[in-house]
């Protein structure tokens, strides 16, 4: 047993990180599925959607060949169209909403038609938004994650010169560094990335660390407003014996690794461990397979009616070859020089709700053990707390405390996305810039009057 | 099992099927097809003077992901050699003794012509002729075709011509580019005409390419009005044909009914508003001659389902239910119902009542689901909602009548009852 790297050859690195969800591949597959759409009226669709896309309009306007018109309806609502349609657990959002639900039909492909149109607006570099004219302001945006860059392309069209300060090398945040590779590669980021800056007047100035190389007060200085969409860190401390073995790995850190590199040069264990059972954890544990890894076993202290991933999700680690063990809960780790050899789960039972509305795990007492070299955790991203408070923001263990304008304690300075809410989904943050952006707006032109 | 064989005119053939004439019945070949798929006849396509066809002929217009709704021609009468057609025709009735074979003719404006052309198409065997007084193009800008059937007079004299020579029987075919059929077809069936049949193609244009801005079908840069027909015709084929199965004079002739018929549900419908038989196109040209399967299986099914045990027992059941306007019931009423439990909560009904109706189904909101409700008073019982459901009846109508005893418009207006009181 060993964490190796290299352990497949190219062509099966490629064909196990291919495309899940491929799109149409052809203007004819796209409309027969536009036309199954009802077209419904105050659509549920539209309200399972965080960044309420008229998802009804974009996909009349691909039967009626106005496939501009169709992308533009959805990236004025969210930016990130293309990267949401790949990445969204669609099933407990939009296309959970969708009326064939209730008649047991399958639900429109919503995705598959989003990125149809939101792709081909890609792919051409349709310029489909207009800067206003320039109000004269600035505003600086910190962290090029989705919440980021959403805020700062509404703040953009609407007249204000923003920049963006990023702490990595490219852009994009969690989409570019902590999403499944077979959900998104690296070329759709930068090409992504590329499309919303295409825009005009938001320029990202990479490898700025707000707390290292870059200061709050600077930024309050030089810019009228300042958005800080920082996202959360790496995966909290579980605390348990063992942590500190070698083979132990943060989700956010293998993912992060896996997607800045080429696969073959990220390594996994022969028998791997993944604790938690979130979309981080699904991509984890799913990519280690895809890595090479003999055995993938995910373990997580609820039921699969409490997991926190969607079926789907869970379906792609089931077919992938996952084993799941359900009511396990990681006691300890155990090593051999200084490496994982073993982890030894509690086995648990449902008890009361707890505070997430959700049953509460319970030790049953009986324990048992799983040999594996490589351990991966997966449970939830620690905010930056430490940091947060060393600028003296006002957060709630980490998170962010803002009102209901997006503004924190300090004035001038707004907040959201992952900072804020702890960690959701891409789309949300999408949204949570966008409305930061109207609150900024209001904030940084009610001042040419002051 | 019922009995679907048809007799028109004396006419004989194993159900009420024909193709119509038009491009799939020009040659042996694909008669000798159809007849194999089980087609109960043909209407040869039309003989008579010699043209030269340009291509392309078709155009379609599609609906929302649905090919061919509606299908357009600008193709001629038959552009082969009168004698091939006259031998193939003989042929295929040797081959096929029990099927229909009727011949359409279109000869040139004078009587020698068309005598001429009855007599070499009477020696094929053929059973019966079909006179194309409705190909509305190419041969009109000649005299012929529709200029013939728009013309009551003209149609007349050359329906005398025909019924000089002919002594198999004949059927009229009517155009539908009329204000209405009825002069048309009385002026035939008073110079003889044994039969009618209808409608031909309506004259159109479906559509303008946005690159070339050149309508279609292209020809070389330009287009032409071209002739209409498939599903979107039906409902104006079965207005047209009503006419002529409600006219004292015109319903004393059976009538071959055309136009969008592509199934079994369709030539019931054109057999119940009075069609004795149906004669099909656009469909097999979309599918194939196979549609002929279930065009006779869902006949058949259907009249056992009925209690029918012959066509005649329920061909023209329909015709005198089609009224005037001012004969219709003022008193009666009836308001949508939506089933909540088949609601899947589209919307649908609401925004088209509360855009363009009467503000007769109430919205309440709901996360992800609203809730839509008629609201009773401001129902006016236009079937909209019902219409635009997507749900298999989730939406019906139910019977609220004003007052027990009918009352038409006649006898409303000699009351001095309220009007516009809505």
């Given at each position: 047993m060993a964490i190796l790297n290299n352990r497949l050859s190219q062509e099966q690195y490629a064909e196990n990180f291919s495309d899940e969800k491929p799109a149409f591949e052809n203007k004819t597959a796209a409309i027969v599925e536009a036309n199954r759409c009802l077209f419904c009226y105050d659509a549920p669709c539209i309200k399972g959607c965080p960044t309420s896309i008229d998802i009804p309009k974009f996909i009349k306007q691909i039967t009626t060949d106005n496939v501009k018109g169709s992308a533009h309806t959805i990236l004025i609502s969210n930016i990130f169209g293309a990267g949401c349609a790949r990445v969204c657990p669609v099933e407990k959002l939009c296309e959970g909403n969708c009326v064939y639900n209730l008649l047991e039909e399958e639900p429109i492909q919503?995705?598959?038609?989003?990125?149809?149109?939101?792709?081909?607006?890609?792919?051409?570099?349709?310029?489909?938004?207009?800067?206003?004219?320039?109000?004269?302001?600035?505003?600086?945006?910190?962290?090029?994650?989705?919440?980021?860059?959403?805020?700062?392309?509404?703040?953009?069209?609407?007249?204000?010169?923003?920049?963006?300060?990023?702490?990595?090398?490219k852009g994009g945040g969690l989409m570019t560094y902590g999403i499944a590779a077979y959900k998104v590669s690296p070329e759709f980021c930068e090409d992504e990335l590329a499309f919303i800056t295409s825009l005009g007047g938001i320029d990202i100035q990479y490898k700025q660390e707000l707390g290292k190389n870059l200061s709050l007060d600077e930024l309050q200085k030089n810019f009228d407003a300042v958005y800080l969409a920082i996202g959360v860190g790496e995966t909290s401390k579980i605390n348990i014996p063992g942590e500190e073995l070698n083979g132990v790995v943060d989700a956010i850190r293998f993912i992060h690794e896996l997607r800045t590199q080429d696969f073959n040069k990220t390594a996994v264990g022969d028998s791997v461990a993944v604790i938690g059972m979130g979309m981080t954890a699904i991509d984890a544990a799913t990519q280690s397979k895809r890595l090479g890894a003999k055995e993938v076993t995910m373990l997580y202290r609820r039921t699969?009616?409490?997991?926190?991933?969607?079926?789907?999700?869970?379906?792609?680690?089931?077919?992938?070859?996952?084993?799941?063990?359900?009511?396990?809960?990681?006691?300890?780790?155990?090593?051999?020089?200084?490496?994982?050899?073993?982890?030894?789960?509690?086995?648990?039972?449902?008890?009361?709700?707890?505070?997430?509305?959700?049953?509460?795990?319970?030790?049953?007492?009986?324990?048992?053990t799983l040999?594996?070299?490589?351990?991966?955790?997966?449970?939830?991203?620690?905010?930056?707390e430490e940091l947060l408070n060393s600028l003296n923001i006002k957060n709630v263990k980490g998170r962010i405390s803002i009102d209901e304008n997006c503004a924190t304690n300090i004035k001038g300075i707004f907040a959201g996305g992952d900072a804020v809410n702890g960690g959701k989904e891409v789309v949300n943050a999408v949204q949570a810039g966008k409305d930061a952006a109207s609150a900024i707006m209001k904030y940084v032109l009610s001042r040419i009057h002051e | 099992m019922a009995n679907i064989s048809s007799n028109f005119l004396g006419i004989k053939s194993p159900n009420p099927f024909w193709l119509a004439s038009a491009p799939p019945t020009d040659k042996k070949y694909n008669v000798l097809r159809a007849f194999e798929a089980g087609w109960g006849g043909v209407v040869w396509k039309t003989l008579g003077s010699q043209v030269k066809n340009v291509s392309s002929r078709y155009s379609s217009v599609d609906y929302y992901g649905k090919k061919v709704m509606g299908f357009n021609n600008i193709e001629l009468i038959s552009d082969r050699p009168l004698d091939i057609n006259l031998k193939e025709i003989k042929e295929c009735v040797k081959l096929f003794p029990d099927r229909a074979m009727v011949v359409s003719l279109m000869a040139d404006n004078n009587?020698?012509?068309?005598?001429?052309?009855?007599?070499?198409?009477?020696?094929?065997?053929?059973?019966?002729?079909?006179?194309?007084?409705?190909?509305?193009?190419?041969?009109?800008?000649?005299?012929?075709?529709?200029?013939?059937?728009?013309?009551?007079?003209?149609?007349?004299?050359?329906?005398?011509?025909?019924?000089?020579?002919?002594?198999?029987?004949?059927?009229?075919?009517?155009?539908?580019?009329?204000?209405?059929?009825?002069?048309?077809?009385?002026?035939?069936?008073?110079?003889?005409?044994?039969g009618?049949?209808?409608?031909?193609?309506?004259?159109?244009?479906?559509?303008?390419?946005?690159?070339?801005?050149?309508?279609?079908?292209?020809?070389?840069?330009?287009?032409?009005?071209?002739?209409?027909?498939?599903?979107?015709?039906?409902?104006?084929?079965?207005?047209?044909?009503?006419?002529?199965?409600?006219?004292?004079?015109?319903?004393?002739?059976?009538?071959?009914?055309?136009?969008?018929?592509?199934?079994?549900?369709?030539?019931?419908?054109?057999?119940?508003?009075?069609?004795?038989?149906?004669?099909?196109?656009?469909?097999?040209?979309?599918?194939?001659?196979?549609?002929?399967?279930?065009?006779?299986?869902?006949?058949?099914?259907?009249?056992?389902e009925k209690g029918f045990k012959k066509l005649d027992d329920f061909i023209g059941k329909s015709v005198n239910k089609v009224t005037h306007w001012e004969d219709l019931d003022i008193n009666y009423h009836h308001i949508a119902r939506i089933n909540?439990?088949?609601?899947?909560?589209?919307?649908?009904?609401?925004?088209?009542?509360?855009?363009?109706?009467?503000?007769?189904?109430?919205?309440?909101?709901?996360?992800?689901?609203?809730?839509?409700?008629?609201?009773?008073?401001?129902?006016?019982?236009?079937?909209?909602?019902?219409l635009v459901c997507p749900v298999d009846h989730c939406i019906t109508m139910e019977e609220h009548r004003v007052a027990p005893e009918p009352i038409n418009w006649i006898e409303w207006q000699k009351r001095g009852l309220p009007l516009n009181d809505h």
């Open positions: 919503i995705a598959r038609l989003q990125r149809y149109s939101s792709e081909m607006a890609i792919e051409n570099n349709w310029q489909l938004f207009e800067r206003k004219k320039s109000t004269g302001k600035k505003v600086a945006v910190v962290g090029a994650g989705p919440a980021g860059l959403s805020c700062a392309h509404v703040l953009s069209r609407e007249g204000i010169d923003v920049t963006i300060f990023e702490k990595e090398e699969e009616d409490e997991m926190p991933c969607t079926e789907y999700e869970l379906s792609i680690a089931k077919q992938d070859g996952c084993s799941i063990i359900w009511l396990a809960a990681p006691k300890e780790i155990i090593g051999e020089n200084g490496k994982v050899k073993s982890i030894i789960c509690s086995k648990m039972k449902l008890g009361d709700p707890d505070a997430s509305g959700r049953r509460s795990p319970v030790d049953t007492g009986e324990i048992f040999d594996v070299d490589m351990v991966i955790k997966a449970t939830g991203q620690k905010p930056f | 009587r020698k012509a068309w005598h001429e052309l009855i007599k070499k198409v009477e020696d094929t065997g053929a059973h019966g002729f079909e006179l194309n007084f409705g190909c509305p193009h190419g041969m009109t800008e000649r005299g012929m075709g529709a200029a013939v059937g728009q013309d009551p007079e003209i149609a007349c004299m050359v329906v005398e011509w025909v019924m000089e020579k002919a002594t198999i029987p004949v059927i009229t075919k009517l155009t539908p580019n009329v204000h209405s059929v009825v002069p048309t077809g009385r002026a035939v069936v008073k110079a003889g005409t044994n009618l049949s209808l409608i031909n193609t309506i004259q159109s244009v479906t559509g303008v390419d946005l690159d070339t801005y050149v309508p279609n079908p292209y020809v070389a840069g330009k287009s032409v009005f071209g002739g209409y027909c498939g599903p979107a015709v039906k409902p104006i084929a079965l207005k047209m044909l009503t006419t002529i199965a409600q006219d004292e004079l015109t319903s004393k002739v059976p009538i071959s009914g055309i136009g969008g018929v592509s199934d079994w549900k369709d030539a019931v419908e054109f057999m119940l508003l009075g069609a004795s038989n149906v004669q099909v196109c656009t469909a097999a040209m979309k599918f194939g001659f196979r549609i002929v399967e279930d065009m006779c299986e869902g006949l058949n099914n259907w009249m056992d909540q439990d088949k609601c899947i909560h589209c919307g649908l009904c609401h925004i088209a009542c509360e855009d363009t109706s009467h503000q007769a189904i109430k919205l309440t909101p709901g996360n992800p689901y609203n809730t839509y409700t008629i609201i009773d008073d401001n129902c006016v019982g236009c079937n909209l909602c019902m």
